[in-house]
């Protein structure tokens, strides 16, 4: 007897699957592909968690289906797990004990303190400054601070800080900001060419050592996060700023990782990105260091919204020699990222 032919519905289908499984093979090599090589095609990076949803939603389909081409799918999620990891985490144990042999760090990026009034909402400095208070991390790092907050009174419970902004010159660069209850021994900032980015560092007197924190704001797509705004563009206009961006990203990736190949202090690395972590950005910088989110975050680690899909684009790294004890999202809308905050211990504190 012969066997059925499959139907033309299933070969549509099967063939639709076989597209996107070459497309989302493509997008995950792109973090092992540098940016100078392939600018236009680093953008990729922003469409792997949507790929994903759609190869489970095969998976589903075909597993339904009692058909093996669910084998398609299941070999490209496979692939992407083992290769570059979930961008969804399910909730683990977590030691939120905090102790003098503890670190809690925050960043936050916080759009200026909503100078021009962004949001609709009265008193966003006050609420930023409460929100944080109610938290009190230890150090406390600001992308996009408000230059305002380097002479006010507020946040007096850090006894340390260090505000890249100078009096008396036009503000060309956005400000970064680090806060800390513990001393200030160094400080420096990395500045950007052709840009108002930079990124600032810290060396801190930790118990009986010294860290060093980095604070990092990579270049932005300046994109609207609205669909009106995207759809308006010409794709090819989208796609030469991408390109742009991602080779203006990697320039700035590089310098930072200068000074910290330079560096010899046990070192955190925070800020906002601009990127995901299925980038050759986030792992240019990442290298071996831990990212505090896959070791003990939950859910998708929303940090900004994009047309209402969660992405997770501002980060806490930690070396090795950090012990990841929590991880934590914060769903405050604040400003257009959500702050995150991670909770350490040096190794050899335990």
Partial sequence: MLKKRPGVFNKIMYGINLVFGLVTLLALLVPYVPVSYLPTLSAMSFLVPALICVHVAFLLFWFVRRKRSMILSGGVLLVWYVLLG??????????????????????????????????????????????????????????????????????????????????????????????????????????????????????????????RVYNIHLQSFSIIPDLDAITNQRSSKLLARSKQVMLKQMEQVQLVKESMEENSHTKIVVGDFNNTQYSNIYHTIKGDMVD???????????????????????????????????????????????????????????
């Fill in 86 to 211: 979930p961008f969804y985490r399910f909730s683990g144990p977590s030691d939120t004990v905090q102790d003098e042999s503890t670190l809690s760090i925050m960043s936050f990026n916080s759009r200026r303190f909503n100078e021009h009034r962004q949001l609709d909402v009265d008193d966003v400095d006050s609420l930023i400054i409460d929100f944080v208070t109610q938290q009190d991390p230890d150090v406390l790092c600001f992308q996009e601070c408000y230059y305002l907050m380097k002479r006010n009174g507020a946040l007096s419970q850090y006894p340390y800080k260090y505000i890249d902004y100078e009096w008396g010159k036009p503000a060309k660069r956005v400000i970064q900001a680090i806060y800390s209850k513990f001393p200030i021994v160094n400080k420096d900032s990395i500045l950007f060419p052709k840009s108002s980015n930079s990124a600032i560092y810290t060396d801190l007197l930790y118990q009986a050592d010294t860290l």
């Fill in 292 to 350: 505090t989110f896959l070791e003990k975050g939950n859910g998708f680690g929303k940090t900004y919204d994009l047309l209402g899909f969660p992405m997770r684009i501002d980060y806490i790294l930690a070396d090795p020699d950090f012990e990841i004890l929590d991880h934590k999202n914060f769903n405050v809308k604040l400003s257009d990222h959500y702050p995150v905050m991670a909770t350490l211990r040096l190794g050899n504190h335990q």
